[in-house]
């Protein structure tokens, strides 16, 4: 059974403030990736990933993270992969770059420097934190398993991920045969 989720609620103008008892050490990331292909069920793969606040510890996905979801992604669609990625710095290294040359299933395109209306994955987290809005969470653990939930049933609905797509007004396009 899982614990009732507590509302926020205030007037209007006003920020709700939540006393939280301890502290907690550790923040949770979520890196993302919505893949169509003409004739099929579009997909969503997430990879969270807690880190722990210690001084000096890394507070986001690095490079090598975003290639483990990429490596995961290739396996799970068993083909080539074309990745449009924002401009998140993280993207731009040159470790991931030197990734990319490396292995010919892997192409990847560079969205213009600040378009979010462009990237589905947008919308996907628009959907998650519609999902988790107003809630008051009593432990990490509790974020971290509504979280997933929400991913996974964004997952097990194929065409929210199309609407992620159709949000951005593109189009996958099938190559015409010659």
Same mark, same amino acid.
């Given at each position: 059974m899982t614990p009732p989720i #507590?509302? $926020?609620w205030c007037r209007r103008g006003h920020t709700p403030v939540i006393r939280v008892r301890g502290r907690s050490r550790r923040r949770t990331s979520v #890196? +993302?990736?919505c893949c169509y292909k003409p004739g099929e069920k579009s997909r969503l793969i997430h990879r969270p990933r807690t880190h722990l606040l210690l001084k000096g510890a890394r507070k986001s996905f690095s490079w090598q993270d975003y290639r483990d979801l990429l490596v995961r992604a290739h396996i799970q669609l =068993?083909?080539?992969i074309v990745v449009v990625w924002d401009n998140l710095n993280t993207h731009l290294t040159a470790g991931l770059k030197r990734y990319e040359a490396e292995h010919d299933w892997l192409t990847t395109i560079r969205l213009p420097a600040y378009a979010p209306d462009l990237n589905p994955v947008e919308a996907v987290w628009s959907l998650v934190r519609g +999902?988790? #809005?107003n809630t008051a969470f009593d432990t990490p653990d509790d974020l971290? =398993? $509504?979280l997933r939930r929400e991913l996974r049933r964004i997952q097990l609905r194929p065409r929210l991920i199309d609407g992620c797509l159709a949000a951005t007004g593109l189009a996958i396009n099938p190559p015409t045969p010659p």
């Open positions: #507590a509302r $926020t #890196a +993302a990736l =068993n083909g080539p +999902a988790m #809005a971290d =398993n $509504t």
